[in-house]
């Protein structure tokens, strides 16, 4: 699939646009859609750390996929392994992040609490982007927007595929898991507490994930309502 941004930008261009959908919009909104599924049906799963890739970590040579090998001093290492210690996430991801954050804010010179508040904030938006476009598309079939009806019969279709896949239940999961004071949500008590959002703003953690839940919240109402919906 393309990023959760590129995802949210098609989803938004073709379904929030006061002009009408075009047939290109309608095109590429239908296939993104389609490349997404996999991460809407397993929404905010992430491979967890593992000994193995810590130990790749610390080795200072990380292999992403699709690129050659990254050289890793101390700091990005000592970074990494933060990262994934306060967010519970892979090691290898980590260092995606990393240099992530570097192609965004250019990381030089940086103090290392500013680039692991810099390349978490990063991932909360990648998480945002894609929880906000499926809250997007639950809201083109329930709540009329003025859209085509085949377009909206479309979507449906798609929605309810995913939700007789479980999408239901994972809401309800991940609802459960960002209540609780831990790295996967809240953040325990040696995590991080502050992240750096898009514009560079400082950001409470705990505020990002209390909106995360919020808009999860919404999708789980909206679900019902696209069942409901389809039966009439």
């Given amino acids: 699939m393309g990023s959760p941004?590129?995802?949210?930008?098609?989803i938004e261009s073709a379904l929030l646009s006061p002009s009408p959908t075009t047939p290109a919009q309608r095109i590429q909104l239908?296939?993104?859609i389609r490349n997404s599924l996999s991460s809407l049906r397993s929404?905010?799963?992430y491979p967890p750390p593992k000994s193995s890739d810590r130990a790749q970590v610390q080795s200072r040579e990380v292999r992403l996929p699709d690129s050659p090998p990254i050289s890793l001093d101390d700091q990005d290492v000592q970074i990494a392994l933060k990262l994934s210690d306060d967010l519970h996430?892979?090691?290898i991801d980590c260092v995606r992040l990393l240099v992530m954050a570097n192609q965004e804010w250019s990381l030089m010179g940086r103090e290392p609490l500013e680039i692991i508040r810099l390349a978490a904030g990063l991932w909360y938006t990648e998480r945002r982007d894609l929880i906000t476009a499926l809250y997007t598309l639950f809201r083109a079939v329930v709540l009329d927007q003025g859209l085509e009806a085949d377009i909206v019969s479309d979507i449906q279709k798609y929605l309810e595929d995913l939700i007789n896949a479980g999408l239901r239940q994972?809401?309800?999961?991940?609802?459960?898991e960002l209540n609780r004071e831990e790295p996967a949500g809240l953040g325990g008590p040696q995590c991080e507490r502050y992240v750096l959002d898009s514009r560079g703003a400082l950001v409470e953690r705990q505020a990002v994930v209390c909106r995360e839940r919020l808009i999860l919240g919404h999708c789980l109402v909206l679900s019902v309502l696209v069942v409901r919906t389809s039966k009439f």
């Fill in 5 to 10: 941004k590129q995802l949210l930008s098609t």
């Fill in 30 to 32: 239908m296939h993104a």
């Fill in 43 to 45: 929404l905010l799963s």
């Fill in 89 to 91: 996430l892979n090691e």
């Fill in 170 to 176: 994972r809401l309800v999961s991940l609802i459960k």
